[in-house]
């Protein structure tokens, strides 16, 4: 049987098998046992979110049971997009946030994350430590002058929704009435993103629009599980379609031809988008496209890369006070909103750039090079993908070698990142450049020195 999946990014399982009550109980007193041992004397809050699944009131409920048992106040925010959630945590003065999701994982999934209280991701070594602590602690139940207590806080949404416009120039927007099909796969993003399109003035056509976690496709926001919002935008003669993940910190985007444009053009045309505007400092993982390089060079501006992982790309935002961010899968971050990848941000971000531009999105993505990615993985111990990024460093010396998360070598032709995976047996290989036969090449070099051994 699977394991229960514990990495930088929280718990991930598979309801009843690997992910039951049990645990998110166990994982609730470890947090709550940890956060009090940090502040002994004093008051510890948390706010507490899920995205829709159905497993989500289950656990939610466990997880909020272990918090209170310790002595943790909690707020329940009920169902709520990853980027909220965050953005309430600190909005609340909350110690740390939890978001009861699996992301992009289909339904029989589910999982805990853990943010620290400005909204970033807790570090890999809170997480190795909280999963110790559930491991070996024996907890015990505050007598009940002790017990935490339990508060709701209907404002979220409408918090996260002012937080964007607060930074976004609505009103030219407003002036187009743009017709947008949104694709909420039944998700988090149901509620609050249609708060800010309405704020946006736009004519919304929102496809799986309830949040009752019964995902109507495979929820991975790519293109193969998007055929229906791109008919749907095709159909309805609408300007753009949007699609979110279940937890709606991603997005995906359809032309107004109804073609899905690839996710990489997500951050790209973002970073389009708020460059125009403040031009400044864009930070991208070492897995994202090219894209953003050519943008940021047409505005003079720089391109920092990082390991792959929303906090690293958060964390070197903040050092650097970049003014764009995120993660090729499209994950768009804005510091002024929160250091997390947010839907409803990119969405803003893309309908200012079409008021701006007065150009279309077909439009915008021609005005761009159009690179081929092509990514695989293979099943591989830690050991073995240790030594061909060790192998891709020497082997690829003519090229530029950054070493930061495995290996990423750039050629003037293209790039190839191969780096092991933190959460699965697996290596990664992603490559890109203007044709898919050169970016085929360098996924072949480098499966050559697998064989090398
Ligand atoms: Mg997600």
Redesign the pocket.
């Known amino acids: 049987m699977a394991e229960l999946i514990v990495s930088v990014s929280g718990v991930r399982g598979i309801i009843g098998e690997t992910l039951t009550p049990e645990i998110a109980l166990r994982f609730g007193q470890a947090l709550g046992y940890l956060l009090r041992q940090n502040a002994p004397s004093s008051a510890v809050n948390v706010a507490l979110g899920r995205d829709s699944r159905i497993s989500g009131p289950m656990l939610a409920g466990a997880m909020a049971a272990g918090l209170l048992s310790t002595g943790v106040n909690v707020t329940d925010l009920g169902i709520a997009t ?1 980027p909220t959630i965050a953005l309430m945590g600190r909005f609340l003065k909350a110690q740390a946030a939890v978001v009861i999701t699996a ?2 994982n289909p339904g029989q999934y589910n999982g805990i994350k853990f943010l620290r209280h400005d909204g970033i991701a807790m570090p890999a070594e809170a997480i190795a430590q909280l999963h110790q602590l559930f491991k070996t602690e024996s907890f015990a139940c505050q007598s009940v002058e002790k017990l935490g207590l339990l508060t709701t806080d209907s404002r979220s949404h409408a918090h996260h929704v002012q937080t964007v416009l607060a930074h976004i120039d609505a009103k030219p927007i407003a002036a187009n009435r743009y017709k947008v099909v949104l694709d909420s796969i039944n998700g988090a993003g149901c509620i609050a993103s249609p708060m800010l399109l309405g704020k946006l003035g736009a004519e919304l056509i929102h496809i799986n629009a309830s949040a009752d976690g019964r995902f109507a496709h495979t929820p991975e926001p790519t293109k193969e599980n998007l055929t229906g919002l791109c008919q749907e935008v095709k159909a309805r003669r609408a300007h753009v379609g949007f699609a979110q ?3 709606a ?2 997005l995906a985007i359809v032309d107004e031809h109804g073609t899905y444009i690839g996710e990489e053009y997500t951050l790209a045309l973002a970073t389009l988008a708020r460059l125009s505007v403040k031009p400044g400092t864009v930070v991208a993982n070492l897995s994202t496209s090219r894209l953003v390089d050519d943008i940021a060079a047409r505005h003079n501006c720089r391109v920092l890369r990082t390991p792959v992982g929303e906090a690293n790309v958060a964390a070197r935002m903040i050092a650097e006070n970049a003014v764009i961010g995120g993660e090729g899968n499209g994950g768009v971050i804005d510091l002024r909103i929160g250091p997390v990848r947010d839907s409803l941000l990119g969405m803003a971000l893309i309908l200012d750039l079409l008021a701006r531009t007065n150009k279309t999105i077909s439009q915008l993505v021609a005005e761009l090079p159009r690179y081929a990615m092509i990514k695989e993985k293979f099943t591989c111990t830690r050991a073995q993908a240790d030594a061909l990024v060790a192998r891709a460093k020497t082997a690829f010396s003519d090229g530029k070698v950054d070493t930061q998360d495995g290996a990423r070598i750039d050629w003037p032709q293209g790039w190839v990142h191969v780096r092991p995976s933190n959460t699965e047996p697996i290596a990664r290989i992603i490559a890109e450049s203007t044709d898919e036969a050169t970016a085929r090449e360098l996924i072949a070099r480098v499966d050559r020195l697998r064989s090398d051994n």
Do not use: K
Request: charged content about 50%.
């Open positions: 990853t992301s992009h993940d279940p937890d910190d991603r």
